[in-house]
């Protein structure tokens, strides 16, 4: 079993401030991706990181993938209330397998 | 394209009772899947399919049924329900499962009692 330690598993800020999100792990992945969720809703993708060393942006939203593809991490600048949400890294390994982190309930406060 | 959905949104059950849940996709994808989500512990991949007629364990399979006759459907059947499989399943669906982007379903909530 490929396992993802996310950290951390909560984190509230005010509007405004930056945070980071980690993955973590001790597994080689193909790739890595991120997800959001919205209460009561399914996981919507955020972004798929491949190469290591890859640093992607979404809008204020940047993610990288570590130089051995076993590790990630989120940074979000300047978070916004509607940035709120449940945020899962997922380790993608043999054939579409995914490994999710245990998340990270975000709670941006204006 | 209505995308991946699910039925029932709540189901409750009691201890022993069987049930399936449907997931359907009209997307044409090959590759389909069921996870589990538990507080705290983030989503774990139940069972999958490659393709119609093909499926294979996952991460947690105990307790758990699938069949995949065709392309678009993939039921998970719990053959006697416990309350340790009280959880939100998730159905999704990618063209090809090799990293794509995965589809969810909005999740089904099974409470056993």
């Known amino acids: 079993t490929q396992l993802l330690e996310q950290s951390p598993q909560f984190l509230s800020i005010q509007e405004g401030e930056n945070l980071t999100v980690y993955c973590n792990s001790s597994s080689v992945f193909s790739s890595l991706q991120w997800y959001r969720q919205e209460p009561g809703e399914g996981p919507v993708l955020l972004v798929t990181?491949?190469?290591?060393?890859e640093v992607k942006k979404l809008k204020r939203l940047t993610f990288q993938f570590g130089d051995a593809r076993k590790d990630s991490s989120l940074h979000i600048t300047a978070a916004q209330p509607g940035d709120t949400g449940l945020y899962l890294c997922?380790?993608?390994?043999?054939?579409?397998?995914?490994?999710f982190g245990q998340g990270t309930i975000l709670t941006v406060h204006p | 394209n209505a995308g991946v959905t699910q039925t029932p949104k709540f189901q409750v059950l009691k201890t022993g009772q069987s049930m399936t849940l449907q997931c359907a996709q009209d997307?044409?994808?090959?590759?389909m899947s069921w996870y589990r989500q538990d507080p705290g512990m983030g989503l774990r991949l139940i069972h999958y399919s490659v393709g119609a007629g093909i499926t294979d364990q996952g991460e947690v399979p105990n307790g758990y049924n699938v069949s995949r006759s065709t392309t678009e459907d993939f039921p998970l059947r719990l053959l006697s329900a416990a309350p340790s499989q009280t959880s939100v399943y998730f159905c999704?669906?990618?063209?090809?499962?090799?990293?794509?982007?995965?589809?969810f379903g909005p999740g089904t909530r099974l409470l056993v009692l």
């Open positions: 997307m044409n994808h090959e590759y």
């Open positions: 990181v491949v190469t290591g060393g």
């Open positions: 999704a669906s990618s063209y090809e499962g090799r990293g794509e982007t995965q589809y």
């Open positions: 997922a380790g993608v390994y043999g054939y579409g397998k995914l490994t």
